[in-house]
C-alpha cells in the first residue's frame, strides 16, 4: 500500500520532531490529505492513542522491548517507505562503512545503470522527502540504521549488511539486542530477494537468496579513499552492481575509481605546521580507530575519546600495545577509560615503556595543541575518536568541523 492510501483521511500523531519527523509532516500534510497531523515529543505514556489512527515514530526515540509497538497504530517513516517502495530499494546496514558503501553504491549504479538513482536514509537525507522524485525505473539507495530497523516488519528487495562490532550498547544493553534491531533488514525479506552479509554477520533466517562476501573476495582496484575497508566496501558494491543490476566488471571499476568518499571519513584536512591532518569523526568503535591508524600512510598521533557508551575497548588497547610507534592522546570521557584502564589495567603493557606515548587531556582543542608538539614534522595526525561525539558535540560532523578549525589556526 502506498503511502498516500495508508495517511489519507486519517488522524496522525508524529512523534518526534527531528529531520524526519519534519519530512513525515511535511510530505504528509502536502501530499497526503490527512483528516489531521499533530506533532508529539513526550514519553509513551502521555499519548492518547485512542485520538489518532495512526503513530508515526521517530528513530531516536526509545521504546522498552516490552512496550506494545506491534500495535497496528504504530509505525515508523521507514516502514511506510518500505511498504511502498520496497521492491527498488537496496538497503545497506553495519556497524561502520555504512554512508561509504551507500554513497559508493549510489555513485556506480548511477554511472553504469543509465538508470535514476536517489540515496537517502540514515545519511541525512529523509526518506520522505524524495517520494515525489521517485519513478518505477529509480533505484533506491537506503542506508539503514539499527534505530530505523528495530521495529519495522517489512526489508528491501536487496539487503546489504556489511559488518558487526560492539556498538550502541548504551541503547540496546547486549549485542543480541543490537543484532535483532539490524537484522529486520533481511528478516522480512521475500522469494526472489537478495541478501549479502559480512563474514562476521551471523546467520539470519530469510527467504532472500544470501551471499556471504569476504574478505578473501576483494579484488583491488584504485581508490581516492583509504584503506583496506574500503577495498571491502567496494566488493561488497561490484557484487550487487554486477549480480543484480548487470553492471559490467570494467564500467564498476571505472566509476569506483572516481568515486571521491564523505566528509569526515579519513578526510584530508591540509598541512598546517608541518603536520598532515585527518578528520575521521565518522569513528564511534576501536576497531574504526585501529582501521584508521592502519589506513592512512606516515600517521604518528591518533586522537581518541568522547561519549563513554560503555563499550569494551580491548581490541584498541591490545593494538596499543603492540604499536609504540604512534602517539595516542586521548580525551574525554570514553578517552580518559582507555588511558587508565591502559595503564593501569592492561597486562601487555607493564614494563614495556609504551606508556611514554599515551597521555591524557580534557578536551579537543587541549588535544589538537598536543598533537602539534608530539607529532614529527612531515608526518601525519587524525582525529578517530572511536567514541560517540554525545554531550561534546552536536553530533560527529560539528565534532569534526571543530577539528578542522582548530588545525587551520596553528
Same mark, same amino acid.
Given at each position: 500500500?502506498?503511502?498516500?492510501?495508508?495517511?489519507?483521511?486519517?488522524? !496522525?500523531?508524529?512523534?518526534?520532531?527531528?529531520?524526519?519527523?519534519?519530512?513525515?509532516?511535511?510530505?504528509?500534510?502536502?501530499?497526503?490529505?490527512?483528516?489531521?497531523?499533530?506533532?508529539?515529543?513526550?514519553? +509513551?505514556?502521555?499519548? =492518547?492513542?485512542?485520538?489518532?489512527?495512526? !503513530?508515526?515514530?521517530?528513530?531516536? +526515540?526509545?521504546?522498552?522491548?516490552?512496550?506494545?509497538?506491534?500495535?497496528?497504530?504504530?509505525?515508523?517513516?521507514?516502514?511506510?517507505?518500505?511498504? /511502498?517502495?520496497?521492491? /527498488?530499494?537496496?538497503?545497506?546496514?553495519?556497524?561502520?562503512?555504512?554512508?561509504?558503501?551507500?554513497?559508493?553504491?549510489?555513485?556506480?549504479?548511477?554511472?553504469?545503470?543509465?538508470?535514476?538513482?536517489?540515496?537517502?536514509?540514515?545519511?541525512?537525507?529523509?526518506?520522505?522527502?524524495?517520494?515525489?522524485?521517485?519513478?518505477?525505473? #529509480?533505484?533506491?539507495?537506503?542506508?539503514?540504521?539499527?534505530?530505523?530497523?528495530?521495529?519495522?516488519?517489512?526489508?528491501?528487495?536487496?539487503?546489504?549488511?556489511?559488518?558487526?562490532?560492539?556498538?550502541?550498547?548504551?541503547?540496546?544493553?547486549?549485542?543480541?539486542?543490537?543484532?535483532?534491531?539490524?537484522?529486520?533488514?533481511?528478516?522480512? /525479506?521475500?522469494?526472489?530477494?537478495?541478501?549479502?552479509?559480512?563474514?562476521?554477520?551471523?546467520?539470519?533466517?530469510?527467504?532472500?537468496?544470501?551471499?556471504?562476501?569476504?574478505?578473501?573476495?576483494?579484488?583491488?582496484?584504485?581508490?581516492?579513499?583509504?584503506? *583496506?575497508?574500503?577495498?571491502?566496501?567496494?566488493?561488497?558494491?561490484?557484487?550487487?552492481?554486477?549480480?543484480?543490476?548487470?553492471?559490467?566488471?570494467?564500467?564498476?571499476?571505472?566509476?569506483?575509481?572516481?568515486?571521491?568518499?564523505?566528509?569526515?571519513?579519513?578526510?584530508?584536512?591540509?598541512?598546517?605546521?608541518?603536520?598532515?591532518?585527518?578528520?575521521?569523526?565518522?569513528?564511534?568503535?576501536?576497531?574504526?580507530?585501529?582501521?584508521?591508524?592502519?589506513?592512512?600512510?606516515?600517521?604518528?598521533?591518533?586522537? !581518541?575519546?568522547?561519549?563513554?557508551?560503555?563499550?569494551?575497548?580491548?581490541?584498541? *588497547?591490545?593494538?596499543?600495545?603492540?604499536?609504540?610507534?604512534?602517539?595516542?592522546?586521548?580525551?574525554?570521557?570514553?578517552?580518559?577509560?582507555?588511558?587508565?584502564?591502559?595503564?593501569?589495567?592492561?597486562? /601487555?603493557?607493564?614494563?614495556?615503556?609504551?606508556?611514554?606515548?599515551?597521555?591524557?587531556?580534557?578536551?579537543?582543542?587541549?588535544?589538537?595543541?598536543?598533537?602539534?608538539?608530539? #607529532?614529527?614534522?612531515?608526518?601525519?595526525?587524525?582525529?578517530?575518536?572511536?567514541?560517540?561525539?554525545?554531550?561534546?558535540?552536536?553530533?560527529?560532523?560539528?565534532?569534526? =568541523?571543530?577539528?578542522?578549525?582548530?588545525?587551520?589556526?596553528?
Amino acid at each position: 500500500m502506498t503511502i498516500k492510501e495508508t495517511v489519507r483521511d486519517k488522524r !496522525i500523531l508524529i512523534w518526534g520532531y527531528g529531520r524526519e519527523g519534519k519530512a513525515s509532516e511535511n510530505y504528509i500534510k502536502n501530499y497526503c490529505e490527512p483528516r489531521s497531523v499533530d506533532i508529539f515529543e513526550g514519553k +509513551i505514556e502521555d499519548i =492518547d492513542e485512542s485520538e489518532y489512527d495512526i !503513530i508515526i515514530k521517530s528513530p531516536g +526515540i526509545k521504546m522498552l522491548d516490552y512496550e506494545p509497538f506491534h500495535k497496528k497504530k504504530f509505525t515508523s517513516q521507514t516502514e511506510l517507505f518500505l511498504n /511502498q517502495y520496497r521492491d /527498488q530499494v537496496i538497503g545497506i546496514t553495519g556497524t561502520k562503512g555504512k554512508s561509504t558503501t551507500s554513497s559508493m553504491m549510489a555513485h556506480v549504479l548511477k554511472e553504469c545503470t543509465g538508470r535514476p538513482v536517489i540515496l537517502l536514509g540514515n545519511i541525512g537525507l529523509p526518506c520522505m522527502d524524495y517520494c515525489e522524485e521517485i519513478t518505477e525505473d #529509480t533505484i533506491i539507495v537506503f542506508e539503514l540504521s539499527c534505530h530505523q530497523m528495530k521495529h519495522t516488519k517489512v526489508s528491501p528487495h536487496v539487503a546489504v549488511f556489511l559488518n558487526l562490532y560492539e556498538d550502541h550498547l548504551d541503547y540496546y544493553h547486549s549485542m543480541d539486542a543490537y543484532f535483532l534491531a539490524k537484522s529486520h533488514i533481511a528478516t522480512y /525479506q521475500e522469494e526472489g530477494d537478495y541478501f549479502y552479509k559480512g563474514e562476521n554477520v551471523p546467520e539470519i533466517d530469510t527467504k532472500a537468496v544470501t551471499k556471504t562476501v569476504r574478505t578473501g573476495d576483494v579484488k583491488e582496484v584504485p581508490l581516492k579513499v583509504f584503506g *583496506e575497508h574500503n577495498q571491502l566496501n567496494a566488493t561488497f558494491v561490484r557484487t550487487v552492481a554486477g549480480e543484480v543490476y548487470g553492471c559490467s566488471d570494467g564500467d564498476i571499476t571505472k566509476s569506483l575509481g572516481s568515486f571521491t568518499g564523505l566528509p569526515h571519513r579519513l578526510q584530508p584536512i591540509g598541512n598546517y605546521s608541518g603536520i598532515d591532518w585527518y578528520d575521521d569523526s565518522i569513528s564511534t568503535i576501536p576497531e574504526a580507530a585501529v582501521s584508521a591508524l592502519k589506513s592512512i600512510p606516515g600517521v604518528k598521533t591518533i586522537l !581518541i575519546g568522547g561519549m563513554d557508551r560503555g563499550i569494551d575497548y580491548d581490541y584498541l *588497547e591490545d593494538f596499543m600495545a603492540e604499536h609504540d610507534e604512534y602517539n595516542y592522546i586521548c580525551m574525554y570521557e570514553s578517552g580518559k577509560r582507555v588511558h587508565d584502564e591502559y595503564l593501569y589495567g592492561h597486562p /601487555q603493557h607493564r614494563n614495556s615503556g609504551v606508556s611514554k606515548s599515551i597521555v591524557y587531556v580534557p578536551d579537543l582543542p587541549m588535544a589538537v595543541e598536543l598533537a602539534k608538539k608530539l #607529532t614529527p614534522k612531515g608526518s601525519g595526525c587524525v582525529l578517530s575518536p572511536a567514541a560517540a561525539s554525545y554531550g561534546y558535540f552536536k553530533n560527529f560532523e560539528d565534532r569534526g =568541523d571543530k577539528f578542522a578549525e582548530l588545525v587551520r589556526t596553528l
